[in-house]
């Protein structure tokens, strides 16, 4: 029940910045689309400015390449549903006040 509290916080607040709806089905993981003409590594960066302080994982760095040379974790963040209901709502905050500003 907390997983989906938390889960359904950070949705939120993605959708609100107008980033498109990650929701899984059931994972302790939530895997973000990042942002146009933003790659994996930079929105992570993003996430860790000091105004934001998320922590996520860049898709690209979890993911291997497939035959054709593609990384299909690129273009994602996954972030781990661990950290508290309260801890996630504080995070959730933060990337709605401070995104919606840079996106």
Known sequence: ???KIKRDLLVKAFKRIK?????????????QKVPQGMTSVGFAQRL??????VVTTPGAWISDKTEN???PGEGYVRFALVPSV???REAARRI????RKVL
């Open 1 to 3: 029940a907390e997983y």
């Open 19 to 31: 980033l498109p709806d990650c929701t899984p089905e059931a994972t302790i993981y939530l895997w």
């Open 48 to 53: 860790l400015s000091p105004d934001i302080a």
């Open 69 to 71: 040379g593609l990384n």
């Open 86 to 88: 309260k801890d996630t």
């Open 96 to 99: 709605k006040k401070i995104l």
